[in-house]
């Protein structure tokens, strides 16, 4: 299958610092990418479509000038988690659309101070 | 509103015995249907997917599909003790949206 990398897979970071959490395709190109977010035992929450060339659309409830997305080219795509606070604590992850089949990157532990 | 709806579970089951696992979608136009796992800690990993009535084997598993009733299953034989997971189960339109369930929690008991 394809294979989608994630990175870091584990960051901290203090309160009010910002992240950047990349998501590469590669070996495939990706026109398409989705930004999820996980709570401990809870199901995966749709963040963002992150579309190559566009802005991204996000979901209802999700702040689109605290979490900056950029998907400059077809194998890439990153999100920023500006101004981070201990509520944004959670599982980040990516995923890439080959044909219609939705591929994940290993995922973002993101604990902020 | 487009849903997938499982089963949150746990579902428990003996080393060995068969688990089934079933989700059901609301969006007639649904035309994918994927059952991913996820382990604790990580991230979703691709299973199955279906795309047409029937059954689809791969192994272990087996996917079932029927439009009529907007119901997929995923059966997994001799189930392992490694097979304790949370099973995603997941709906695509014609789109690039996909709609994924809240997912099942298996325990296989060794």
């Known amino acids: 299958g394809a294979v989608v990398s994630q990175h870091p897979s584990w960051v901290i970071c203090k309160s009010g610092t910002s992240v950047k959490i990349e998501c590469r395709s590669l070996d495939f190109q990706a026109t398409t990418m989705f930004w999820y977010r996980q709570f401990p035992k809870q199901s995966l929450m749709l963040m963002a479509t992150?579309?190559?060339?566009?802005?991204?659309?996000?979901e209802q409830g999700v702040e689109k000038d605290k979490f900056l997305i950029n998907h400059a080219s077809l194998t890439l795509s990153t999100l920023t988690v500006t101004s981070a606070h201990p509520e944004d604590s959670s599982f980040y992850i990516c995923s890439a659309t080959e044909g219609n089949i939705q591929y994940f990157g290993a995922g973002t532990r993101l604990s902020v101070l | 509103q487009k849903e997938v709806e499982q089963n949150s579970g746990p579902l428990s089951v003996p080393e060995g015995a068969i688990a089934s696992l079933n989700c059901t979608y609301s969006d007639r136009g649904s035309q994918s249907f994927f059952w991913y796992r996820q382990y604790s800690g990580k991230s979703p990993e691709l299973i199955m997917f279906?795309?047409?009535?029937g059954d689809k084997e791969d192994g272990r598993f087996t996917a079932q599909l029927n439009k009529a009733s907007q119901y997929v299953s995923l059966l997994i034989r001799d189930s392992q003790p490694s097979d304790s997971a949370t099973y995603l189960c997941a709906a695509t339109t014609g789109g690039f949206k996909t709609i994924f369930g809240a997912g099942t929690r298996l325990f296989v008991k060794a």
């Open positions: 279906i795309y047409s009535n």
């Open positions: 992150s579309n190559e060339g566009s802005k991204a659309t996000y």
